[in-house]
């Protein structure tokens, strides 16, 4: 009921291909999902995220697809760089009175040149 | 604006030893939280504070792990008597009042236990 699950684990992209990695959740009490990158050594950076009332967000070569019923959300990366190489988290806030965040266990991207 | 701040960045502590570890909000942000990540994990939420009040700890071990945020200062993330379990980094995330979930994370101590 907690968890957020997260797949593939690694991703290995062309050049100007589309990433897409995927997230799948249970709780349907969760109400806002973020996404976050973070490279080695760092810490995660908030990327973009969500709300369960719109079906698609787009920031730049980044979108959040949203699908409600199926409990699902997914993270494109348009025109794949290799300075987009970083490992990418999905995550779920915990419930509507609480702030805590529940992260998926990741997806290593690698996008070759 | 500067981000949210960690020190140290690298702390190596032998068993049985205690680590401090301390968190820096961004400007204006007064909610903190810690998380842990382990190798090939996802980050692992611990505790959320405000400032003089812990406001969840559901996900922080009942024993030997402490956190605070005082009305002056950073917070700090107390682990008495470590084990080599506990190494992990162990990343602070602060948000805006009025949203609370959009949490910016600070660069991470990485613990390590010998």
């Known amino acids: 009921q907690q968890q957020v699950k997260q797949s593939p684990q690694s991703l290995i992209v062309q050049k100007g291909g589309i990433s897409i990695i995927n997230c799948a959740y249970e709780n349907t009490a969760f109400d806002y999902f973020p996404w976050y990158q973070q490279f080695p050594g760092k810490g995660p950076a908030l990327l973009i995220a969500i709300r369960p009332d719109v079906s698609e967000k787009k920031e730049g070569r980044f979108t959040i697809s949203f699908n409600k019923s199926a409990k699902q959300f997914s993270l494109h990366i348009m025109d794949s760089q290799p300075g987009d190489s970083a490992t990418y988290f999905c995550?779920?806030?915990?419930?509507?009175?609480?702030?805590?965040?529940?992260f998926g266990k990741g997806t290593t991207l690698s996008v070759s040149s | 604006n500067a981000g949210v701040m960690q020190n140290p960045r690298h702390l190596v502590r032998r068993r049985g030893q205690e680590a401090r570890l301390r968190c820096s909000p961004m400007?204006?942000?007064?909610?903190v939280y810690w998380y842990r990540q382990l190798p090939e994990e996802g980050l692992k939420f611990m505790v959320y504070?405000?400032?003089?009040?812990?406001?969840?700890e559901s996900g922080m071990p009942k024993e030997r792990f402490s956190a605070e945020f005082p009305k002056e200062g950073p917070s700090i993330l107390r682990i008495q008597q470590v084990v080599r379990g506990d190494s992990a980094a162990y990343f602070c995330?602060?948000?805006?009042?009025?949203?609370?979930?959009?949490?910016?994370f600070g660069p991470g101590t990485r613990l390590t236990v010998t």
């Open positions: 995550a779920a806030r915990r419930d509507q009175a609480g702030t805590a965040l529940i």
């Open positions: 504070l405000q400032k003089e009040n812990i406001i969840d």
């Open positions: 995330a602060s948000s805006p009042d009025g949203l609370p979930y959009e949490q910016y």
């Open positions: 400007k204006g942000h007064s909610h």
